[in-house]
């Protein structure tokens, strides 16, 4: 069975989406990147597999405390 890849961060600017990037990498959690597909709302959009979205979302919950 495929890993399903889901919209986890839609990084508003590039800096945001770099430290989500770099908060997965630190996890261990494989991720993928996408250029956003409508101009003006940022420039990456982070995906992550449905079952890692758990322990990422508890990563970046970690981070900003």
């Known amino acids: 069975m495929k890993n399903v890849l889901i919209l986890f961060a839609d ?17 261990g959690i494989e991720y993928a990147l996408r250029r ?15 079952e890692d979205v758990p322990r990422a979302e508890e990563l970046l919950l970690r981070e900003q405390r």
Request: aromatic share 0%; hydrophobic share 40%.
């Open 36 to 50: 956003e597909p409508v101009q003006g709302l940022g420039p990456m959009q982070v995906h992550v597999a449905e």
């Open 11 to 27: 990084g508003s600017e590039e800096l945001e989406a770099v430290t989500v990037v770099n908060l997965l990498r630190r996890g």
